[in-house]
């Protein structure tokens, strides 16, 4: 049986659901789960690990805010 690479990804990060990745003949465009993830939504990339780097990232940069002195609520 031949195998076909999956059209869809969930992307966690830290146990959590940051979205959906879909592909498409374009690319893999990403679904927002959670609205910390909301300025990704509907972004084209090259590939499920770009969009998994993304979503790190906007986790980090979220934690690395939340921690630092300055931060208000």
């Not at 909301?38 to 690990?49: N, V, Y």
């Amino acid at each position: 049986m031949t195998q076909t690479p999956s059209n869809a990804y969930i992307i966690e990060i830290n146990d959590r659901a940051a979205g959906i990745v879909t592909r498409d003949e374009r690319g893999f465009r990403f679904f927002s789960c959670e609205r910390l993830f909301d300025g990704l939504e509907g972004r084209q990339f090259r590939s499920a690990r770009e969009v998994e780097r993304a979503a790190r990232a906007v986790f980090s940069e979220r934690r690395r805010r939340a921690n630092s002195p300055n931060f208000a609520n």
